[in-house]
């Protein structure tokens, strides 16, 4: 282990066991050490990262957060970004035109339209929408969705990434257009998400059905639940209760899941601030992570910020999991390290380390950074 991480988890540990106080803000983390961290991580991201890239699931994933950071920083250099970026994209995800032939299985073709991670890029443009409301921005989201949603089918969701990557297209899409379907569609596809992929008794989410237990075992024959897995799930409700009419039926089930979930998460968080790949099982895949850390650290944040998790249980928990991406996981350089890298699970002997990083890692740290800023603020 690199001194700097040995050092650093020491404090974390000390951190945990003498400033957990509710009414503390985490060390080193008043309003404008939290927006220079976001301006260090992302400023590294944006000069070493095109625009113009395509609107595929984890390009997107970080142009959700870096909304979120343009939101609470009001710098418009991030906004330019993520236009440019749909600009280059044509405000498109996949772009087959013959309905006959869109699929939702999994697939990075052309035709794919159906597919969620074809989807997410919907919610950046949903959101570029709202600060300029040209109608072409949201045309194929539209046409896309509200093709989906003529159809029968209910299984769009059958991976837990897929929570993240389209229920918060179903409410900013209702936000954009006041259509109600979008909502009730929402709930119906998460229905089946839920009848396949969660766990109540441990509150978390498999990442598929391959992988429920007894079928699937961690290596030490127990339940294995991926931490970015989850983190995608988490990080869903928080966004979704953002846009949700206070008045939706449904409101209160969303709500309880994530307070479901947060007391599990909670539960599973190591002292250094971080989780593991593998909530339940840490052996499995030691060592710390940063995407699912960083989620989880934003539903956290947010669920205290609006009310729905008691802030002197969660925040301590909130405040280790930001101690450790601004002490472990941002590098000097501003690049965020200890990503783990594209996949489905977590795999044993992985080399995940300081230089590990990725889209959608970066922008989970900026949707934790502007919670822990609107935190601030209140």
């Not at 400033?19 to 992302?42: F, H, L, T, Y």
């Not at 699970?345 to 609107?374: C, K, Y």
């Amino acid at each position: 282990m690199e001194l700097k991480n040995y050092v650093a988890g020491l404090l974390l540990v000390l951190g945990a066991a003498l400033g957990g106080c509710a009414n503390v803000s985490p060390a080193g983390a008043g309003r404008n050490e939290v927006i220079a961290a976001i301006d260090k991580v992302n400023s590294y991201w944006e000069a070493h990262t095109p625009a113009e890239e395509g609107p595929f699931w984890n390009v997107a994933a970080y142009h959700t957060g870096n909304i979120e950071a343009y939101r609470v920083t009001g710098n418009e250099r991030y906004l330019r970004y993520s236009q440019a970026w749909a600009n280059h994209n044509q405000w498109m995800g996949a772009r087959s035109k013959d309905r006959a032939a869109w699929k939702y299985t999994y697939g990075e073709t052309e035709e794919h339209v159906l597919f969620g991670d074809w989807q997410i890029c919907f919610q950046v443009y949903a959101d570029l929408y709202q600060l300029d409301k040209d109608p072409q921005k949201i045309a194929r989201a539209r046409e896309v969705m509200e093709y989906q949603m003529s159809t029968a089918n209910k299984d769009y969701w059958w991976w837990v990434d897929g929570l993240y990557m389209v229920m918060p297209v179903m409410t900013k899409m209702y936000k954009a257009t006041g259509n109600r379907q979008y909502l009730e569609k929402l709930y119906e596809y998460y229905s089946y998400a839920n009848s396949i992929m969660y766990d109540p008794e441990e509150r978390l989410y498999y990442r598929d059905a391959r992988y429920v237990y007894p079928k699937h075992k961690s290596v030490n024959g127990k339940k294995d639940f991926w931490a970015r897995g989850n983190g995608w799930a988490f990080a869903a409700l928080a966004r979704v209760l953002s846009d949700l009419p206070q008045d939706d039926p449904h409101r209160g089930e969303y709500v309880e899941r994530l307070q479901a979930m947060a007391a599990a998460l909670l539960a599973a968080q190591q002292p250094e601030g971080y989780w593991t790949r593998s909530l339940i099982d840490p052996a499995h895949a030691p060592g710390p992570e940063t995407s699912g850390t960083a989620f989880f650290t934003y539903g956290l944040l947010w669920g205290i910020n609006n009310g729905v998790l008691p802030r002197e249980r969660y925040l301590p928990a909130a405040q280790r999991g930001w101690r450790y991406l601004t002490t472990v996981a941002m590098q000097p350089d501003g690049k965020l390290g200890y990503v783990q890298p594209i996949g489905d699970r977590a795999i044993p002997g992985q080399v995940v380390d300081q230089n590990s990083t990725s889209h959608f890692g970066v922008g989970a740290f900026l949707l934790a950074g502007a919670e822990m800023v609107r935190l601030l603020d209140r």
